[in-house]
């Protein structure tokens, strides 16, 4: 008889794995030899460090065939997890496409795997570059990947997609694009997805799971290297908590440092210097405004002291880089040696000998070879690309021991630091200063702690006004930082779904996105509160009873009553928004409605009523210039009156000509009837029929003869107020369950009065060259190519227009604006044209959509059309009055739109956009190719 064989579970295989026993020391041998053996065992082997838990496991899940969330601190190594899913992607013969949020990231890790895979098997696409696009590994930025899928590319043999820095999503301009790639991605690709430390990862791990048929979530929250945090005050260096505590023991309850507590009390104490006689006070803590941090070289002394270079010194301003920079050099401090400045000074000189030398006091190249020489940087989006990249370069190789950066360098680029620096807790935003939040602080302060090099990292806070110890810990302690969907439909986006799908299976793919699935999940307790206050209400009318009759339809038609009598004579967008949204709710298929718009009174007949479930109520409409029309709140802000009535049949079609003309002759006569009395006397008679209409029925309602009336209204008053709670918590579940469906109705609208949509709501010849075009301002640009205002135009005219479309001042700079050629040049004749054409479109946008498509900005306009005409870089950098790094910016993304023009127009302006990329792609923008 055979033997039968025991099968072990999981849990018993892993106590087996713990055990000090032959048994467990067998099974762990065992283990060991699988592991060896699976490609996560010979993947490990070729890396020069043991793979951490939460990478093994990561790893293990993508060898099985299952997508994966990964979500650990930043530096502790989650992109280990995604280098295995390529490793594993060669192995098996795929592709693999490597995703990052900016186009740095993406060029650094282009570079990385050119060294693990050799140049011929890695290509490279971020928009404005293309290197060997057809290799087996492809690092793209994730925009590049959406347009892929939306050209329904051919995608058979790709096995892994990698989403690294998935956290982006959650950013309010770019974060669709992740939520756009995970919904279209087709089936058969694993999605490697790496993020930041985010408190509901579970739920992005479920709602990864329902979008892609599976998804396991691996979290870890420990960091490689031990992080202690500090603060500076002047120049003295206090823990922010106990030296006892380690980082990952700290809470929202640990104690500050009562030592530091105390230092600061007394350097903003105003008779501190009379505390303690012959005591040495903090070099300059105190000030006219209270504490203030030391002199920035001061700060990096006292650094260099104690052995905690190198370091990165985070500045929320490029300025303030660069005067950091400046302050630097002139202090005649160096932080290498002579054999450290000799190998960067060799390696500085190779990289800046393609730079004609005319043009190295516009770029300030001197300036930025002699700080390096001496181990300073700054690091910002001012500075050429290609001094970006030679700056992180010497600074991971332990030649730059200091860079003064701007918060960008936190977003994605290797450079890890023994020691990281924040000057203030205040940032500009882009509207306004700002308050780091804990996630912020998380992910600079990350980047302190090298790991294989430092057994600890450091955080660094400079005291100063709005950075007390309280408002550090508070920064520091916080382990909450939820992910967010930021998803909202765009003109561009619905062109694309409606290209491929129905109106209903267009809403359908935008109720799977993360936004919809957080929405619904916030309505679950929404739902709970709803159903409670809605019990509520139950128990408190049973306790209205009265022999003679309901007490609640008494007690609302004097609420009612009371309403009418308190509302204001005419009503005005400042009075109750409430009354407003009920006067569509109020009137049915049929009412003819009076409503003011564009200063003056107009009539319609109501063809489909508002329907009860949303949150912003609409109508549809017949007017008396024959036209279909939407109305709310957005477009008849006053609301809208009942006026007459006509009976339609159910056979009436609005979009009928022959139908629409059949009620003209009733809207005329609603419309003599009503003009003839003032409109205050108008208001005035509806005001008085309705409260007469509401005190005749309250005087005769058989619970106005009752004798316990008054009791009966005092009790009522709880559930009047507790069936207001019960309206509110309906409009506010309306409002999360119909958020997205109400915006893509709205840009579908908007589509379809611009003629982008034929009568089948599918995109005609124009929707398609809509989907081709991926701009913040893609709807005014397709009418631009539609209307052919820029087809006269030359390659280096084209270019001056086209920067005004992509270009967006920063909040302190306002360039001077100015048209090539002058007020009577070509020019200037097709940018009136496409200013008119912007008009038509935010007309459209403001009958239907929330918020308007930002207007073009002419600043660089000059700018870009002398580039291309070929003047030298100082030349182009004075018009636009920008530092070259932000002007080789604006170049490569006049470019990337160009090149969107050429694929997107069927008219010689293809022909254009082409010479025009050729005239703009010369000297440092052709320098940077990465």
Known sequence: MPRRRRRRNAASERDLLQEESAAGAYARFRAAQAEARSAVGRFAQTKSFPLDTFQLEGAKHIENGQSVLVAAPTGAGKTVVGEFAVYLARERGQKVFYTTPIKALSNQKFLDFQCDYGAEEVGLLTGDVSVNPDASIVVMTTEVLRNMLYRNAELYDLGFVVLDEVHYLADRFRGPVWEEVILHLPEHVSVVSLSATVSNAEEFGDWLGQVRGGCEVVVSEKRPVRLWQHMMVGTRLFDLYPPSLLADEITEQTKVNPELN???????????????????????????????????????????????????????????????????????????????????????????????PMDYAALGLHTIREAL???????????????????????????????????????????????????????????????????????LTGRAGRRGIDVEGHAVVLAREGAFPRQVAALASKRSYPLVSAFHPTYNMVANLLQQHSVDAAREILEQSFAQYQSDRSVVSLSRSLAKARRKSARLAADLECQYGDVQEYVSLKAALDEAKNAPLLTTPATSLARVRESFQDVKRGDIIAYEAQRRTNYAIVTREASVADAEPSIEVVTMASRARTLSVATAPEGVAKVARRRLSPEFKAKSANDRAKVQGALRAAARNHAKLPAEQRALDSRANQIAKLRTELGNHPVARCEDKDEHLHAASAWVKNERRVRELQREVASHTSSLARDFDRIRKVLAELGYLDQNDAPNQWGVMLSRIYSERDLTIAEILRHRVWDELTPIELAALVSAVVFEPRGDHAPAVALPGGTHSRVSLAWQQSREVEKRVHSAEARYAKVLTPTMEPGLMVAMHEWAAGVSLSTAMELADLPSGDFVRWVKMTIDLLEHLESASTTELAITAHEAIGLLKRGVVAWSNL
């Open 262 to 356: 105390a230092f600061v009390d007394q350097a903003v104490s105003p008779s501190s210097s009379r505390a303690r006689p012959g005591k040495r006070k903090p070099y300059h803590t105190r000030g006219e405004r209270g504490l203030r941090p030391a002199p920035r070289p001061l700060v990096v002394q006292e650094l260099q002291r104690r052995n905690l270079l190198p370091a990165i010194y985070f500045i929320f301003s490029r300025a303030a880089c660069d005067d950091a920079l400046r302050s630097m050099l002139s202090t005649g401090v160096f932080l290498t040696t002579e054999a450290e400045q000799d190998e960067i000074a060799e390696k500085v000189d190779a990289v800046l000998e393609r730079v004609p």
């Open 373 to 443: 020489v001496r181990g300073v940087a700054a690091h910002h989006a001012g500075l050429l690309p290609m001094v970006k990249e030679l700056i992180e370069g010497l600074f991971k190789a332990g030649l730059v021991k200091l860079v003064f950066a701007t918060e960008t360098l936190a977003l994605g680029v290797n450079m890890p630091a023994r020691t990281v620096v924040l000057e203030s807790l205040r940032k500009w935003n882009g509207v306004e200063h700002v308050t780091l939040s804990p996630g912020e602080y998380t992910q």
